[in-house]
């Protein structure tokens, strides 16, 4: 049976090229490495991406609208399933300079979205998904176009990892701190590059095999 993955993602996974408004290809992003990676460990699955530049967790972009990543996620859930795993890698915008919100704020919004894939309208019979919270790589000296809108962020995103660690304990849902493998790119101090996404891609292969193993 083909093995659905969900990643509800933004940027970050999207793929934008740092420092331009380009994209890497799906091959390149991290999502594109761990199916790769899964088939190679002869999973028969499929990495379906749903990422959006700007996405909060559960706030809304006051300059850009359908930036809130709480609204239309069940439907999102419903439209993929059956799903054998959600991915949730989100955070770093809402530390953006135009909010006020903390990492503890952070992971309260990642509490949010795993209630809300759990209580998606999914179809009589189908498996309810396990979910893994992926820790976006802690953002360092934000630079160039994107720079006054990340200002503050690093201050704002001190323990970010531990707070989203204990909501996943909490929540008794898989955890990962991307920065144990990769920081962010040095062009930009957000985003990732080339060989970021790869060695991302590469450890979640690791994560997410028995995972797929073991829950569905």
Known sequence: MLKNVLVYSDSLTWGIVPGTRQRLDFDQRWPGVLENGLILDEHHVRVVEDCLNGRRTVLEDPFKAG?????????????HSPLALVIIMLGNNDLQSMHTHTAWHVAQGIASLIDEVRNAPIEPGMPQPPILVVCPPVIQSPKGPIADKFVGAEEKAVGLAREMRNVAATKEVHFFDAATVTSTSPVDGVHLDADQHFALGRALVDVVDPILARDF
């Open 67 to 79: 930036r809130n990543g709480q609204e239309g996620l069940a439907q999102t859930i419903e439209k």
